[in-house]
Nanobody, 121 residues
Framework: QVQLVESGGGSVQAGGSLRLSCAASGYTYSRYCMGWFRQAPGKEREEVATIHPYGRTTYANSVKGRFTISQDNAKPTLYLQMNSLSPDDTGMYFC???????????????WGQGTQVTVSS
């Protein structure tokens, strides 16, 4: 049974930092793409960052240069280091897993419950 459990969310002032973690279990972690998504109230869920088993990463334009996705396959745990946070980063953050198909990622099919990030001005 696939389980993804996020942690590390909280409230922070603008300019601050947070590090999110996502503990994974129940599948062969190293063969899956992993991603962070977020959803703000009244908005659609958006992709924040992804990492492929080959190590390739992608970032939303809005977080490039501020957020860093990484993972520890031995644990296995996914991370999102978030720096220079702004109120626009407020939302529920979810981690997700997708099967890797060669150099691409399939649709993200496994989801965690989310962790709330609130950034005040």
């Amino acid at each position: 049974q696939v389980q993804l459990v996020e942690s590390g969310g909280g409230s922070v002032q603008a300019g601050g930092s947070l590090r999110l973690s996502c503990a994974a279990s129940g599948y062969t972690y190293s063969r899956y793409c992993m991603g962070w998504f977020r959803q703000a109230p009244g908005k659609e869920r958006e992709e924040v960052a992804t990492i492929h088993p080959y190590g390739r990463t992608t970032y939303a334009n809005s977080v490039k240069g501020r957020f860093t996705i990484s993972q520890d396959n031995a644990k296995p745990t996914l991370y999102l280091q978030m720096n220079s946070l702004s109120p626009d980063d407020t939302g529920m953050y979810f981690c997700a897993a997708a099967a890797s198909v060669g150099s691409r990622c399939a649709t993200f099919q496994y989801w965690g419950q989310g962790t709330q990030v609130t950034v005040s001005s």
